[in-house]
């Protein structure tokens, strides 16, 4: 069936490094999404992107969609101890289901 | 307005025992879909329910089943529970077409135990 790869799938940083999450599709999405779980909570929309080549910002987040609508990766610059929790992106061919990646991770050390 | 409302909120059940989740989406929201979380795994796509039919099903035995009312509330029921079942139940509910469209709010999500 129809995937969607994310990696890494954990990481750890100091505070204040930069982060970065990648998605990738074998096939090409008509949109995709990210969310943020926090630890014992639950997925939270953060964007989506539907554009080929579309980068949006949200204060120190910068989402990316690639030019072939593949893939997909989300930056935190300078990150902060608010940042941690799982980072999930959610591919969705066509009409069809959203299709999720299997998050990544972060955790942030003070 | 409120957001997406799941019950029971923590459940614990025995193997072989059958158990049902509830969901009451974002008033307005027609779509419902239903995800089970795992460490590890992920959220694995269980099933979608629109205007009361099943639009998406997901890989999961035939003991995994929902269903939709016409008020867009939705439950998921399984039955003959294995320990594997234990897992974060998660419902979530959408537009599907306009501003927004297809993006997910979810809710707390159901704590399933299976001993």
């Known amino acids: 069936g129809q995937q969607v790869m994310q990696i890494p799938q954990y990481q750890h940083v100091q505070e204040g490094e930069d982060f970065t999450t990648y998605c990738n599709s074998s096939t090409t999405l008509s949109n995709i999404q990210w969310y943020k779980q926090r630890p014992g909570g639950h997925p939270v929309f953060l964007i989506q992107?539907?554009?080929?080549?579309e980068v949006k910002k949200q204060k120190r987040l910068t989402f990316q969609f690639g030019e072939a609508k593949k893939n997909s990766s989300l930056h935190i610059t300078a990150t902060q101890t608010t940042d941690v929790g799982t980072y999930f992106c959610a591919g969705q061919h066509n009409a069809g289901k959203s299709t999720f990646g299997d998050g990544t991770t972060l955790t942030v050390k003070p | 307005k409120a957001g997406v409302t799941q019950t029971p909120r923590y459940l614990i059940k025995t193997r072989g025992q059958q158990v049902t989740l509830s969901c009451s989406p974002i008033?307005?929201?027609?779509?419902v879909s239903w995800y089970q979380q795992t460490p590890g795994q992920g959220l694995q796509f269980l099933f979608e329910y629109f205007s009361e039919t099943q639009r998406n099903k997901g890989n999961f035995p035939g003991r995994f089943s929902g269903r939709q009312f016409s008020n867009s509330r939705s439950e998921m029921n399984v039955s003959t529970l294995e320990l594997g079942d234990s897992a974060l139940y998660l419902c979530?509910?959408?537009?599907?077409?306009?501003?927004?469209?297809?993006?997910?709010?979810f809710g707390a999500g159901s704590r399933l135990t299976v001993l």
């Open positions: 992107l539907v554009k080929s080549g």
């Open positions: 008033s307005g929201h027609r779509s």
């Open positions: 979530a509910s959408s537009f599907l077409q306009g501003a927004g469209a297809n993006v997910l709010t």
